[in-house]
Structures are given as structure tokens and as C-alpha cells.
Antibody, heavy 120, light 106 residues
């Protein structure tokens, strides 16, 4: 069974840093591209970042470019998101999502999410 | 960036109703369009990928169609467990973008 489990969320002051992790199991992690998607309270879904299966290709939303860094460790079946210079608008539930490789970029499995709170 | 415009933003329906949601892309995305269902407090769930392909395990009352810029998502006979928010997402190019969502209410 495919499972994704995020951790590392919490309360952080503006300008601070946080590192999210996503542990994967039930599939060959090194074969799948991975993503971070976030959802601000009461709002819609926003894609944050993508990393290719080998970690060479990375993409970011403009809203986080230069502040967030996505990475992965295939030996540990883990995905990471280093978040620096956090702002109140970064407050959201952060989901890791697997690329299903079915239709361009699609998200076929999601974790349960981890909440990041940056007070104004 | 490709903008995804989803409508309506909300709708009220009854069990057994046929429900249709539309999604329009600001430029052609071929058939790289996906649909998700999200229930309160839960992660989204992929229902339809490639505009019309049903994700494994998803009931056949869900369907999708369209290509280019205009897409449609249909629930043929709404069930109680289908009351949720639905999102379209373009998988054509980064930055990947979602529609604003459609809340299907009783």
C-alpha cells in the first residue's frame, strides 16, 4: 500500500525557517517524481514545488522561489522541503504528493498533510 | 502561467442528481487535465486523469471529457458520499495550477 507521511510542521515566527519531511513507503520511491502542494486555511490548492525522481530537475512556484528548497534522499525514501524567510502567507497545510506519471504531471497519492503556521 | 477557471464555485444538489462542473484553461493543455475530490480535513483524491481516464478504484459514476481549453467533469448520479469540493488541475506545464474549486453541497 502506498503511504506518504509528512512531518515537521509547526508554529514559526516571520522570517524563520522550517524543514518539512515526507516519508514514503509501499512503492519504489526512486522511480517517482514528487511534489509539495499547500492549502491555506479555507482556501484552494496551490502547487509549491516539484522534484524529478533522481533529484536533478526541480521547479518552484514563483511565490516560494528563492526561499524554499526541495530535495530528496532516495536511499531513505524521503522528500524534504526547506522553507526559509517564512511569511504569514505561507501559513497552510503542506501535502507531499506523488507524480502518478499518467498524464503529464498528476498527483495520484497524497500524504495527510502537516500544518505550518506563520503568525502575522 | 496557465490559469484554470472552474465553475461554478459552488452548487446545491440532491442525491441522485446529475452534476456537471466545467474547467477552462487560459491556453491549450491538450488532455493534461486532472480532477480531484477533497473532503473536509482530508487530502485530495485523484478521480480523473488525462481529462477522461478513471483512476483505479474510482466509481464509474464519475467521468470527465474535453481537450484543448474546455473540460467537463460529471457525476452521473450523486451519492451522499460525493458531497465534497472538486478541483481541476492542469498537468501540462509548470507552474502546475489548480482551478478555484467547486463545493458540492446538499
Amino acid at each position: 500500500e502506498v503511504q506518504l507521511a509528512e512531518s515537521g510542521g509547526g508554529l514559526v515566527q516571520p522570517g524563520g525557517s522550517l524543514r518539512l519531511s515526507c516519508g514514503a513507503s509501499g512503492f519504489t520511491f526512486s522511480s517517482h517524481n514528487m511534489n509539495w502542494v499547500r492549502q491555506a486555511p479555507g482556501k484552494g490548492l496551490e502547487w509549491v514545488s516539484y522534484i524529478g525522481n533522481r533529484g536533478r530537475d526541480v521547479y518552484y512556484a514563483d511565490s516560494v522561489k528563492g526561499r524554499f528548497t526541495i530535495s530528496r534522499d532516495n536511499a531513505k525514501n524521503s522528500l524534504y522541503l526547506q522553507m526559509n524567510s517564512l511569511r504569514d502567507e505561507d501559513t497552510a497545510v503542506y501535502y507531499c504528493a506523488r507524480d502518478g506519471l499518467q498524464s503529464g504531471y498528476d498527483f495520484d497519492y497524497w500524504g495527510q498533510g502537516t500544518l505550518v503556521t506563520v503568525p502575522p | 502561467d496557465i490559469q484554470m477557471t472552474q465553475s461554478p464555485s459552488s452548487l446545491s444538489a440532491s442525491v441522485g442528481d446529475r452534476v456537471t462542473i466545467t474547467c477552462r484553461a487560459s491556453q491549450s493543455i491538450s488532455n493534461y487535465l486532472n480532477w480531484y475530490q477533497q473532503k473536509p480535513g482530508k487530502a485530495p483524491k485523484l478521480l480523473i486523469y488525462g481529462a477522461s481516464s478513471l483512476q483505479s478504484g474510482v466509481p464509474s459514476r464519475f467521468s470527465g471529457s474535453g481537450s484543448g481549453t474546455d473540460f467537463t467533469f460529471t457525476i452521473s448520479s450523486l451519492q451522499f458520499e460525493d458531497f465534497a469540493t472538486y478541483y481541476c488541475q492542469q498537468g501540462y506545464s509548470t507552474p502546475l495550477t489548480f482551478g478555484g474549486g467547486t463545493c458540492v453541497e446538499i
